[in-house]
């Protein structure tokens, strides 16, 4: 059974960083996409940032230049560096697999950031 676990969600002013953490077990990150989804209260969940096995990483328009997805294989962890947070990166952070080879799409329960002004 593949389970995600994340940590490192807190409460930040702007301009300052967090670093999330989504520890997984079941599965190696050598088979999954990972990626990082968040979801503001009455918005959609929206992709922040992927990284493919093969090391290719996509962000969203919002957070570029701003976070850095990146994966420890040896430990089986993928993390988020979050720097120069605004406000708008309020949400709940989802850490996501999909698996490369069947339909597995697994989901972290989510941790919270919040970005004062």
């Known amino acids: 059974q593949v389970q995600l676990v994340e940590s490192g969600g807190g409460l930040v002013q702007a301009g300052g960083s967090l670093r999330l953490s989504c520890a997984v077990s079941?599965?190696?990150?050598?088979?999954?996409?990972a990626g990082w989804y968040r979801q503001a209260p009455g918005n959609q969940r929206e992709l922040v940032a992927s990284?493919?096995?093969?090391?290719?990483?996509d962000y969203a328009d919002s957070v570029k230049g701003r976070f850095t997805i990146s994966r420890d294989n040896a430990k089986n962890t993928v993390y988020l560096q979050m720097n120069s947070l605004k406000p708008e990166d309020t949400a709940v952070y989802y850490c996501?697999?999909?698996?490369?080879?069947?339909?597995?799409?697994?989901w972290g329960q989510g941790t919270q950031v919040t970005v004062s002004s």
């Open positions: 990284i493919t096995p093969g090391g290719r990483i």
């Open positions: 996501n697999l999909k698996s490369t080879w069947s339909l597995r799409d697994s």
């Open positions: 079941g599965t190696s990150l050598w088979n999954n996409v």
